[in-house]
Structures are given as C-alpha cells and as structure tokens.
C-alpha cells in the first residue's frame, strides 16, 4: 500500500508557528510518528511539504502511478485552492484531508473547505493525531478496496 502524505503551506512552520493553535510538535516529529505507523503495516509514505500550491499539484500527478491514496494537510488552501481540489478529483485517488486545529471553531471564513467534497473524509482538532487518525481510516478503506 501507497500512500502520499501533503502539507501545504506554513506547515513548515509546526511548533514554533502559533502553538496553542497548532501545537509544538514539529513537521519533523509528525512524520517521523507517521512513518513508524505506517513502517509497522508495510505501508510506503512519499511525503512532500510545500507553500506553493503548484508544487502540491504536481506531486499530486506524480503520484497518480504510484499511490493508492492522499491524507492531506492543505492548511489554508482549503479555503480557496480550486486548483489543487481539481487536482484531487481528476487523479480519482481516496483521499483523506486533516487539520491539526477545529476549523469549524475557529474564525467563519476557515469553516468552508473547497477540498473536502472530493474528499473520503475529513479529521479536524486533533492535533497531531489528526494526521494519524486520518492515515489510520484512509489504510483501513483502502484495505477493504483491496489494496493489499
């Protein structure tokens, strides 16, 4: 099973970005728990970080071949990043998007995501264990589809 992990933008940024918002795990930490996660079921994780949505995109493409499923982090490119939801659509690969905070509780234009209709579903206000949560879902459906 492959699975593409994307963070977009600012995410860079985790435990020194707003902490009591996001935390002070580190981007580094995160994929780190990730990747042990996923080395214990014999999934392959292709991680790839980016604050440029074209740079998402491509990677999206690129992994068309390859993957068997998306978890994403768009940050706030789910507000507004059409391009990037039309990239999700046309490769036709479950995905499954996280946040680390609960955008629903936060500020009304964060509640809106433009991403999550071509979703599978969707982990919001966990923290770090948002990712988790979603990798854990996104391998289980991609289990019952067959995806050894």
Do not use: K
């Amino acid at each position: 099973m492959n699975i593409l992990v994307l963070h977009g933008p600012n995410l860079n940024l985790l435990g020194t970005r707003e902490p009591a918002i996001y935390g002070t795990m580190t981007l580094e930490e995160i994929n780190a728990r990730l990747q042990a996660w996923a080395a214990e079921r014999g999934i392959a994780l292709r991680i790839v970080q980016s604050n440029h949505e074209g740079a998402l995109i491509d990677a999206i493409h690129e992994a068309r071949p390859w993957a068997h499923g998306i978890l994403i982090n768009p940050g706030a490119l789910h507000i507004y990043g059409y391009a990037l939801r039309d990239a999700l659509a046309a490769v036709n690969l479950p995905t499954v998007e996280v946040h680390l905070s609960n955008t629903q509780a936060r500020e009304e234009w964060r509640r809106t995501s433009v991403i999550a209709p071509v979703c599978r579903g969707v982990v919001l206000g966990f923290g770090w264990r948002s990712y988790l949560l979603g990798l854990e879902g996104l391998a289980a459906l991609l289990q019952e589809a067959g995806v050894p």
